[in-house]
């Protein structure tokens, strides 16, 4: 009998210790270690000592096949997994809870079904009633697919093997699955590292496609230990706010396609509709004429997506101004206002910035930094932005303005939505695609931007004034100011006075 072996797991990233601690020393988090038995956490079949067999080694060079896809029958999931399911590939899905996941793979299995291919749903947190209320909520109470609710992966793994082999196995969700080679409870570190290892070793024994349903963690990352995400051939995180519409599936890792794709949903009263042109549906309620928004053309994979920044620029009775933050960086918005004050004579430590990305889309690429600048300047002098003006350009700690990737797939896709102009980094106007049928303005600093829309600016009367002095050279004390601190500080062509 095997000697009995205990140990404290960390139920965050999975780092074994063998006495109990209240901090995690590799992911930093506190009470998260559990205590587990781990002597069967391997198999006896693999713990038992053989004499190792030969194989043959090949070369790099030779003949190679393109591996064979399956379509899902929804094309923005096609779209992020890299152009359909490959057989005996292993995907996980992660959420936050009620966002849609269920929904999705419910679909997903129905549309595979009604194909048919054999497709089968498991879901170890449902009955089989609740899967089948869901389905006639979504009008697929028709279509094939068979269910099961059970969370033994052994009882799982012999019942699949029978008959023909599913192409498709979703798994509701991996935290409720327990299998009989370790003792930890189902839900811990070790537990969930051996299931996902089974289901694993199944599909790449049978060729068939398994989903595996994640939990995620408060900060959004998927619960469970990160060698899953390791084990695991793509990992796609499901996205959105809960009071938007929108639902963005993000593509995290691919070893069969592109990152950071995404498909975009739209949740309905009958289930989630695929959204062909996202960018189109973004600026459907766009604020024409307001201080504050920018058109920012991005790129998310390989797909060009415009989207409106809003900012809103307040002064604050706070000691310490309040910097929010929704669908962007937080630490790319402290860069920016930095920027802005060393560079560009931009006062803002007496003002609240808010800052928003409209739809609940979340940007992550740099390129956004230009049009952040504009709309918290637009905010900020109350000057409105050209409403048929895109912008986008990544912003340099010493006020340049970089060149950004894929500029021609931005300017198409900004033509394509009727925009007239671009304002993008100068050194883009010779790429190819240029002449896209767009006026381009660009722009090589930081500071000549913010002189521009503070030109257009008209002062509030809570605000403060905002002009522009064209004449005034930085460093030079200019007329009307008494204040040396503040001479010293005012910038080429722009000027701010707190009223």
Partial sequence: MAKSTLSFVCQNCGAAYNRWQGKCESCGEWNTLAEEDTSGSV????????????????????????????????????????GGFVRGSVLLVGGDPGIGKSTLLTQATSMMARAGHRAVYISGEEAVAQVRL???RLGLADAPVQLASETSVEDIVS??????????????????????????????????????????????KTGATIILVGHVTKDGQIAGPRVVEHMVDAVLSFEGEGSQQFRILRSAKNRFGATDEIGVFEMTGLGLREVTNPSELFLSERDLGSPGTAVFAGIEGTRPVLVELQALVAPTSLGTPRRAVVGWDPSR??????????????????????????????????AADMAAAAALVS??????????????????????????????????????????????????????????????NSIGNLATLVAEIAARGTPRGNRGT???????????????SADPAEKNATPARFRRDIG
């Fill in 134 to 136: 869901r389905a006639e």
């Fill in 43 to 82: 198999p006896v079949s693999i713990r038992s000592k053989r004499k190792g067999r030969t194989f043959a080694l090949e070369s790099l060079s030779g003949k190679t096949q393109g591996a064979p896809r399956l379509s899902s029958g929804m094309a923005e999931f096609d779209r992020v997994t890299g």
């Fill in 333 to 366: 918005l402290s860069m920016v206002l930095a920027v802005l004050e060393a560079h560009c004579g931009v006062k803002l430590s007496g003002h609240d910035v808010y800052l928003n990305v409209a739809g609940g889309l979340r940007i992550q690429e740099p």
């Fill in 159 to 204: 019942t699949l093997s029978e008959g023909a082999v599913p192409r498709l196995i979703v798994i509701d969700s991996i935290q409720t699955m327990w299998t009989d080679t370790v003792e930890s409870a189902p839900g811990t570190v070790t537990q969930v590292r051996a299931s996902a290892q089974a289901l694993i070793r199944f599909a790449k």
């Fill in 379 to 440: 905010s900020l002098v109350n000057a409105p932005l050209p409403t048929d003006a895109v912008y986008f350009g990544e912003i340099s700690l010493s006020g340049a303005i970089r060149p950004v990737a894929q500029t021609p797939a931005r300017l198409k896709e900004a033509t394509k939505l009727g925009f007239g102009r671009a304002i993008l980094p100068e050194s883009a106007r010779g790429e190819p695609g240029g002449d896209a049928g767009l006026a381009l």
């Fill in 466 to 480: 905002a002009r522009a002095d064209p004449g005034t050279p930085r460093g030079d004390p200019g007329a009307g």
